[in-house]
């Protein structure tokens, strides 16, 4: 059926009707009655045909209360919306124009994703937003990922919106302690916002109008067409300040950055803060801005002028440059008039760089002193070149047809820079220029441009050449004046002048020769403009010294090449070689410095420097030598008594070189004397040492003096007993001794073991027999005496352990033995304390864990140790409950658990089994899960069947008090069947229907919470929630009988939000013959539904319809009246 457009335009005029409002916040809490947040909704819900407005009057006048605290993500602005915090009465805050404080609780703040701010407009227009001070907007959780990567934090975003205001003049913003103030933003596969105005806020300031020092990443980004950064007048521009990484960031086409201060304070005075600006615009202009100093990145610009901006700092700061452009084309710094001049004040390096930009063109500015104004990579530069500057001429060459702009500089800036515009000339075809005129009092520099690209300036550089050294040089050496310095590249250069330190000219020339030690600087001139080098150094590199301090000279001795000359040293600067030559001049060594195994000759030491500056020592003269010598053809040698010192050696003659060093050793190598001849010593082989002064090797001699000794002991036919393990039953038998009247035994440690002639009764060791008479002594040769050897022969054992285990004394070790050639006759078990535990053999059990020694015993009763071995426990089986937590049952569902057990100890595998009270198996693993109320007893089974029983675990059983259920009341036109529905229902619950509050028998149930009831007239029910055992206080719900007014809004937003993406009838499930139908302003109808049981999301046969205003009807039948109306969609 159609519909007239009359009729629509009739029906649109009767049911919509929208006005605009004014939105009071009266209260400063999150949420609720007179919140901010309430006021967005409720704009939102009054449409957007006309301008809504959200003004303020919150009770108080501190700080405290006047802040907003938002604790979660506030409503999307809705369109035509103007809030403006100056409406708040009282003073403004700080020295400020805000008046409301709005922040985040970064402690429980959720954004709803990466790209939210705390204001967030989003593809609308016609927002205007005045006197806020944004706080804290950094860093906040994401509910897409709440506990890693956080939201960088924005005050405002704004993303695809249009005709935006932030603040005015008395009405401006102050953005402090944010990830970013304003963020203007959209993807590529988003329209681009438009025609934003940014006017009259502070970025990185206090209240107080005071920069902050740690607080922000960043203060503004811009990426939108048509917007304007600033306006018409300082009482339109913004002001930032504080530290900032990425400062301000202006991209877009068509953009305006006008009258802005950056570093500067909120009462307008400057700051030392430098706010970085970053501009990647087309078509766009940066004009009459004032900075305490600048740094600009231009990058990925076309089109962008900068006109009158001003830097009011002069002291020198961190920052390098006041602008750096990259990637761009066409940029634009003043224009050709002076008017338009932007001022830069001084640099330590350069102002303007062009990392190799096409068609960027420098026209009349004022730089103060920098050394290099404008420094360009780009081959495509205009050229210019200074051939004359003196006092009447100022001329040179050009790229042809370029125009040459003049500057005087007239001020004591030794460089030179743009500071004042002279004149303006034209290079002709052969690219030649020149002025005239006097010329006395001036410091000319000049650029050219050309088709929009300008040259460097002709301030006279001293720059690095191809080894990226600004000069090379030599050091004189060897004390003469041969040293030499040449700068290495030189541009714009008429003149190069030589100084000495002290600033006596000496030279001219790009190269200075014939220096002596010293230091230089040059400096290189353009007229009266030049620049410098620093100091350069030049050092006497002198020849090296030789040290003949620890000299020690060795003549070669008994014809033989073992001379030697060591000691000397030299010190050298940067290195030195050197040699050693003989008196033929023959090369002996160039690697060491101490010349060795060399015979009788001339030697000289020659060490070169690096300067090849030359040192010679020597020569140094060796001479050959003979050795010592012993004579012992004369000798006479005097016997010793026994026990007496009366020996002696005499009639040695000894020769040798200088003085001669003598030494007597015993055979224990102990020194006895130090002379020619030896007496009164003892019996016994003597060594004399001879040693003169020169190279050659001491000589030796041996001698023995004899002792007086008549006793005789003979050992040749002993016989010797071996003990055994049994004791000490060895003996030694068979000795012969004469001429003795006395003798002992004596073992390895000197101690007497027996003064018999035949020695008994002892152990393995070793024994020495000692004859004495009254005057001498003889002992005789050690006499090794060794045990039995244990008659045990075993291969090898293997064992089989079992540890002890549930808490018993049920371990044992049973021993293999392998390949046993000679086995014990029995054996003996011992535990650590060595206390016999078993004599019975191999097996030995019913142990508890410990260590174990087992012992093989021959037949001769001697015992050795077989093998040790320890018996482990295995650990019992513990059940911790420290941690386990008991879930009760609820309504008697079977939802109780016990979780947290954990349980160490035992053989793995564990198993598990949960009993009830009835003994009836309930579950099988550790947690227990899904029971009811009860006492339940776990068993815990090892692999050894060892168990643990734990009982006593109960879980209680709790009934909660469950929500009233929410039941839409049902309307019907006439008597009939009504449907009674439960909002929300919960999909684990039953419902019941009550004829009265407290009937016990209901009427019906129902799993869904829709129950279909006959009236006849209009009457109350009673609904209730039903889970397990629990069951809710009843709702009461009414059915009337006859026509009523449907529920429902009339603008819909079908843009996947989840917020009104369909049209909503409340209480049209009443009418399941109800014909619901909308048509467009044409009076074709787009949707059509019977019992609208699929809501209208938008949509015509599965195709979006445009946004705009339709009609709607609903026909209920012949006994009910149709409604109509209009519905909009805004998308």
Known sequence: MKLSLSLLIVLFAIFFKSNATTFIVTSNADSGSGTLREAFFLASANGSTQQDFIHFNL??????????????????????????????????????????????????????????????????????????????????????????????GSAIRITSSTRIKIGAPAKGNVFT??????????????????????????????????????????????????????????????????????????????????????????????????????????????????ASKFMIDVVLSKQVKFLRNTEMLEEYITVTRSLEIKDSDYIQLGSDDILDANTFQPRPSSTIYSGGNPNISI?????????????????????????????????????????????????????CSPLQFFAQVTAN????????????????????????????????????????????????????????????????????????LAGNKIGEGSKIENLAPGRYYAKAFNGKCYTQTMSIDLLNIEA??????????????????????????????????????DENNKILTTANLDLNNIGPGKYSFIITGISGCINTYGPIILENTDGPSINAAAKKITSADCQTKNGAIDGLTTSGVGILQYSWRNESGILVGNNEQLNLVAAGTYTLTVKDQSACEPVSEIFIIPEKNEILIDIGNIYIEKPTCRGNNGAIKGTIVNVATSFKWIDETGRTVSSQLELIGIGPGSYSFVAYNATCELKSNPILVEAQPNLISIGGVSKLIKNASCGLNNGSIQVMLQNAITPPVKYRWTDKENRTLSETGLLLDGMTDGL??????????????????????????????????????????????????????????????????????VSSTLDLLNVSAGNYTLNITDAFNCNLISSNHIVNNENKLLPIPVVNGAQICSPGNAIINVANPNNKATYKLYDTENSIPFLKESNNGIFEVEVLRTRIF??????????????????????????MVNIISPNNDQINDVWKINSIENYPKAIVQIFNRAGNKVFESVGYKVPFDGKSKGKDLPNGVYYYVINFGTECKMISGSLTIIK
Not at 264 to 275: F, P, V
Not at 363 to 375: A, E, G, M, S, V
Not at 440 to 457: D, G, Q, Y
Request: aromatic content about 10%.
């Open 544 to 581: 090296p010294l030789i040290h003949d301090n620890k000299l020690i000279k060795q003549n070669p001795g008994c014809g033989m090449n073992n001379g030697s000359i060591r000691g000397l040293y030299f010190s050298a600067f940067g290195g030195a070689t050197f040699k050693w030559v």
């Open 59 to 152: 009770p108080g006048n501190t700080k405290e209360e006047r802040t907003i605290t938002i604790y979660t993500e506030l409503p999307y602005l809705s369109a035509n919306l103007i809030l403006d915090a100056t409406t708040q009465p009282g003073a403004n805050l700080g020295s400020s124009n805000a008046k409301i404080i709005l922040k985040a609780r970064r402690t429980s703040y959720i954004a709803g994703s990466y790209e939210v701010g705390g204001l967030n407009i989003l593809n609308i227009s016609d927002i205007e937003i005045y006197g806020f001070c944004f706080e804290d907007f950094s860093d906040l959780k994401t509910a897409i990922n709440p506990n890693g990567q956080t939201n960088g």
């Open 177 to 290: 302690s944010n990830g970013l103030g304003v963020h203007v933003y959209n993807y590529f596969t988003e329209t681009p916002s438009s025609h934003i105005k940014i006017q009259s806020n502070w970025f990185g300031l206090n209240l107080s109008g005071i920069g902050l020092i740690d607080a922000n990443t960043s203060l503004v980004f811009v990426q939108a067409n048509d917007s304007e950064f600033g306006g018409p007048d300082f009482a339109h521009g913004n002001i930032l300040g504080g530290y900032s990484a990425y400062g301000a960031t202006i991209r877009g086409n068509n953009g305006i950055v006008r009258f802005n201060r950056f570093g500067y304070n909120g009462d307008g005075t400057i700051a030392k803060h430098i706010i970085k600006i970053t501009i990647s615009a087309t078509n766009s202009s940066v004009t009459d801005n004032l």
């Open 852 to 921: 174990y020694n087992i012992y093989g015993i021959d037949a001769n009763g001697c015992e050795i140790l077989l093998a040790s071995y320890e018996i482990n426990r295995t650990p019992m089986i513990l059940l911790n409950k420290s941690k386990s937590v008991v879930t009760p049952d609820e309504c008697n569902q079977k939802t109780g658990s016990l979780k947290g057990l954990t349980v160490s100890g035992g053989v793995p595998p564990l198993s598990y089994n949960w009993k009830d009270e009835n003994g009836q198996d």
């Open 1022 to 1047: 009673y609904v209730s929630e039903v889970i397990g055992s629990c069951e809710s206080s009843r709702s009461r719900v009414i059915v009337t009988v006859g026509i009523s007014n449907l529920s």
């Open 429 to 500: 075809s052969n690219g030649d220029w020149k002025i005239n005129g006097d010329f006395s009092s001036k410091k000319f520099i000049a650029n050219a441009t050309l088709l929009n690209t300008s040259s460097e300036f002709s301030q006279p550089q001293i720059l690095p050449g191809p080894n990226s050294y600004l000069f090379n040089k030599s050091d004189p050496t060897c004390g003469k004046s041969n040293g030499m310095i040449e700068l290495t590249r030189v541009i714009h250069t008429l003149k190069i002048e030589w100084y000495t």
């Open 363 to 415: 026209l009349k500015n004022i730089i103060h002193c920098t050394p290099y104004t404008y420094l360009t990579h780009s081959d495509l530069a205009t050229k210019i070149q200074v051939l004359v500057n003196n006092d009447s001429e100022y001329a040179g060459k050009a790229t042809p047809g370029a125009e040459v702009y003049i500057y005087n500089d007239y001020t004591d800036c030794a460089s």
